[in-house]
């Protein structure tokens, strides 16, 4: 799978070749085996969560986020791929959406926990890990997670959070380096990548010529989108730079903290260093 190889305008090689040499961070990671303890849960308030007992619970959610958004997103990525090869563009902008999502996760995750040491509440992220592992409607609804389709329809946490951190984490970083990402860059991507998916007037547009009439327009729809091919594929390519660079940073992050058997928490700084410096700073 190499976006530089494919036949795209030359304003987009810049970012294909990007993108294709983060596959050899991919080929780096090694998916080891997790123990999943066996969850102790409780009801307080009317609210449900998981009982964190020992640092084995911690080291499992950790690592389920950080390997399942990870092999979530490289799968996508190969959706995409082929879906460039057939300029199926608008079915790209739905999966660049999800890809985004699992970025965000990814991204909020690290940002709790973060957060969660810093101020030593330790609630926030108890709460977190509960929604993350199992949806927000099991954490606050108990009547419903006894019901039949409990675990078909929860929800999760919210994806403004998610898409919010996102933005948070290159303000944070700009700070202190100079970086190319624009301001609010993901808030305006996931935005437009919205109007695209979602089933209203503005992405059935894509699929119709439409021309005056007297006192309106005449629209007539068609099978295939009608793209302004080279500025949309250049848009779709940018934003799937930034996702992979920002998702795979915080992937690093995440897996840089240390969960020991007293319930203390430590970070290597060799494994946030490597996210930083061999995927945020890659290509400086």
């Known amino acids: 799978m190499k976006f530089a190889l494919l036949n795209l305008p030359e304003i987009c090689i810049d970012f294909a070749e990007k993108i294709d040499s983060y596959q050899d961070v991919y080929d780096s990671i ?3 085996s997790i123990y999943e303890p066996i969850q102790l849960r409780q009801i307080i308030k009317n609210k449900m969560s998981v009982v964190i007992t020992s640092h084995e619970d911690l080291i499992a959610w950790q690592k389920e986020i950080a390997f399942s958004c990870v092999v979530k997103m490289r799968k996508v990525e190969e959706s995409i791929y082929f879906l460039l090869k057939e300029r199926d563009l608008y079915s790209i902008a739905i999966l660049l959406r999800h890809h985004m999502e699992l970025a965000g996760l990814m991204t909020l995750s690290v940002d709790v926990l973060s957060d969660s040491l810093k101020s030593d509440d330790f609630d926030k992220l108890t709460q977190f890990i509960t929604k993350t592992w199992f949806g927000s409607s099991f954490y606050n609804n108990p009547k419903f997670r006894d019901s039949e389709f409990a675990f078909g329809t929860t929800e999760t946490v919210t994806v403004s959070a998610m898409i919010k951190s996102l933005d948070k984490f290159i303000d944070n970083f700009r700070q202190f380096n100079k970086i ?11 935005s437009w990548l919205c109007q695209i ?3 209203n007037s503005a992405s059935s547009a894509f699929f119709t010529n439409s021309e005056n009439a007297t006192n309106g327009f005449n629209v007539t729809f068609k099978w295939t989108g009608d793209f302004d091919e080279n500025k949309s594929i250049l848009a779709f390519l940018n934003a ?3 996702n992979l660079a920002i ?23 060799n494994i946030a260093m490597k996210g930083y410096y061999e995927i945020l700073n890659r290509f400086k």
């Open 30 to 32: 090694n998916l080891e």
């Open 180 to 190: 190319e990402f624009p301001e609010n860059v993901f808030t305006k991507n996931y």
């Open 197 to 199: 998916a979602h089933p």
């Open 240 to 242: 799937l730079y930034f």
């Open 247 to 269: 998702g795979l940073t915080n992937f690093y992050l995440m897996l840089s903290y240390s969960f020991h058997e007293d319930m203390s928490i430590t970070q290597d700084e």
